[in-house]
């Protein structure tokens, strides 16, 4: 069985809506200005690691995920003119 979350990132006008499997959902403004990489939301694949990214919609290469911590984030601003909507899936190998 494949521990599988599928994260998808709407950018709304002064927020951006992440969500997880449609179970989890953060908000963070659009054009954020601190510091980065910025920490978005931990996925948690289970205590053995090896995360893997498999991003769809990361063109601009904006998304990373940390594999010590199992953090996506983002490396750069979000900008809903430039990209609306991203879907992000995240899985483990060791359960392919």
Partial sequence: ?????????TIMS????????????????????????????KIDLGA???YIAALAGNDEGIFELDPDSGFLCALKPFDRENK???IVTVYNPSYI
Avoid: H
Wanted: charged share 10%; aromatic share 14%.
């Fill in 14 to 41: 002064a927020l951006i809506q992440v969500s997880i499997s449609s179970v989890k959902t953060i908000q963070v403004p659009e054009n954020y200005r601190g510091t980065f990489p910025w920490y978005l939301i």
């Fill in 1 to 9: 069985m494949m521990n599988c979350f599928c994260v998808m990132i």
């Fill in 84 to 86: 609306d909507s991203y």
């Fill in 48 to 50: 053995d690691g090896g």
